[in-house]
């Protein structure tokens, strides 16, 4: 294979493995736009690939099992918002709560489905006249899931309504400062929930394609980490939606790389290298200044209480 | 001041010892109630469910001793896991830290060559600086580039597994494992005695309680501890006083890491006598040492206390599996509610309930 074919193959698988980060970080930013750090994105995840991966299986309908992990992230992601909104609880604390129990649950009800291939997956999508265009059509368009093309859809829609209408701005003025949103008018727990509440879909999503679509299966801890990759990516791409493309494909690489490099080098040394690899990049970002001047927002984990300063 | 019904609510500034405990254990209580649901949804009669695990641990003293064997990795990590916490210093990372331990603790017993009297010293003496190390590179990170604490602890747990995976599955696969991803087993003078009859290496259970008698006296009685107090309250404070971020930030990861290390090194000579799979090693004693120091309160003699509640529960993990035939994963799921219950509490402790039925001439 020449190297051109290499590297082709490599960004399109890169597009793949990416895409549960691109949903993971895209829910992360909202969350954390509105002032909330939701660290149970890898418990979230668990609960979308255990779920979407039994619905699948039972009902034969791989959209449907992707439509149910969106809705069980979601109410994860409740259960979060509730503790750290309305009872002001440490949001570091009941995030790591929501991991464990996330894993565990998926884990225990999971013990029967342990190792079963999937019936009917998502199905892979060629997309036609694109698919033929030289360089381009093998690297993104042919074989991607239809789950990547939305996710990329999903990101450019999340940074317009972030950045260009009414609801970014409400969105991104309880994040920075809630008590000044408050004094407007907003509705600043309502605006929280509704963020951490999109944030658990998203993560649930994302969960669903690991299971229904890019490894058709189901195994106890099949996220492996990836929805810690998730937090370092939000503040990597600086809470932007369109940078988390980037970001989301480059450690996709990574992942896809520990597979690809393995006659060469030990595979349980390649499989560090994303996680390792998160540590350097936020090593190097924070080379690069206050986090403050990126974006980060103001109030993130601050709990808000209405007349308290 | 609010009122409900009968009952006025007056908020206080600081929770009472009494108010502390009882609403900590309603939590508790609480949260077995949720996972008996679960345990219903599993097909497990809850009530058998609980006497089952009651009669393999608290019923007998081999169930006890079993209890004290789980509780002695979270005793360590635990204490250690407070003071980082009393620095605000958010350690995630004990679980690779134990394993840090395990590591040198495992290199020293094969490869080091050092005669029998001087192995085990040598062992937890390795341990303690590998958990170190491990944890003060978080600490670097955190003060000199700002890398956010959850993050890079939580990444270097993944990044000693897979380096731990590697050593069993390549370098240190031992010739006499027959295939299996372990090391060799320890020299006779590596392995930790046990309380006859039982799995309990006390030697590490006595390391433990002195080490949180020592960090209690650290926290309360020395300039160390002062400015580790001063740190978590403000860092601005800090500032003013003159304190140096680094220096404390070092001392506490020096700590909190060394402590895990300990426990990795303590379960290697103590009870697994050779290097194996991380799954196996740790089990999640790292993380469920985040619940025991936060229900401990900064209080690292707390934290033997709650160890052992924890120690129960990973007991109970194991009088399930094989009772009743459920996956280990059960602890996490009683963990994720018990921590859930724990925090949503929390603001309740800032209320004092007082009756005070209204009176028609009260109203105005």
Known sequence: MG????????????????????????????????????????????IGAFSAFAVAQSTGNPGLGILVAAVAGGGAALI????????????????????????????????????????????????????????????????????????LVLAV??????????????????????ATADALGVNVYLVRYLAVILGGVL?????GYLSVEYRPSWTEGMTGGMGWIVIALTIFVAWDPVQAIGGAVLFGALYHLSYRLQPWVAPELLKLMPYAAAIIVLAFVGLGGAQRRRGAPGALGVPYARGEK | MKRVGPFVLERRLAPSRGAVLGISLLAVVLALLVAAVIFWGYGVNPWHAYRVIFQGTLASPQGWAEVVRRAIPLILCGVGLVVAFRAQFWNIG?????????????????????????????????????????????????????????????????????????????????????????????????????????????????????????????????????????????????RYAGIDFLKVTLWVMLISGGLAGLAGAGEMAGVHYRLRSPAHISMGYGYTAIIVAWLARGSPLAAVVTALLFGLIFAAGDVIKVALAMPFQVTDVFNGLILFFLIGSELLMYWHIRWAPKRAASEG
């Open chain 1, 80 to 151: 979060h918002a509730f503790l750290t909104v309305t009872l002001r609880a440490n949001q570091y604390v009941s995030g790591l709560a929501l991991t464990m129990f996330g894993l565990g649950l998926s884990g225990l009800l999971g013990r029967g489905w342990e190792g079963v291939p999937l019936k009917h997956p998502l199905p892979a999508i060629t997309v036609p006249y694109l698919a033929d265009i030289p360089i381009l059509g093998p690297m993104l368009f042919q074989n991607q899931s239809i789950i990547t093309y939305l996710g």
């Open chain 1, 157 to 178: 829609v999340l940074w317009v309504l972030l950045y260009r209408t009414r609801w970014g701005i409400t969105l991104r003025s309880v994040g920075e400062s809630p």
């Open chain 1, 3 to 46: 190297w051109e074919e290499w590297l082709i193959s490599t960004i399109a698988r890169a597009l793949a493995y990416g895409t549960p980060l691109l949903w993971g970080t895209l829910g992360e930013v909202y969350a954390e736009r509105s002032g909330v750090v939701n660290l149970g994105v890898e418990g979230m995840m668990a």
């Open chain 1, 203 to 207: 993560a649930g999503v994302a969960g």
């Open chain 2, 94 to 238: 004990a679980e690779g830290q134990i394993l840090a331990g395990a590591v040198a603790a495992t290199g020293v017993a094969l490869f080091s060559g050092l005669p029998d009297p001087w192995l085990l010293p040598a062992m937890f003496l390795a341990g303690f600086l590998a958990g170190a190390v491990w944890g003060m590179i978080p600490a670097l990170l955190k003060v000199k580039l700002r890398v956010n604490d959850v993050i890079s602890t939580l990444m270097l747990n993944y990044v000693m597994m897979y380096i731990v995976e590697w050593l069993v599955h390549g370098p240190w696969k031992g010739p006499t494992a027959r295939g299996f991803a372990y090391s060799d087993l320890f020299p006779r003078a590596a392995r930790l005695p046990l309380i006859p009859g039982t799995r309990v290496h006390w030697i590490t259970l006595v390391v433990g309680v002195a080490m949180a008698i020592a960090c209690a006296f650290l926290l309360s009685r020395t300039k160390l501890g002062y400015e580790t107090r001063v740190v978590g309250q403000s860092q601005d404070a800090a």
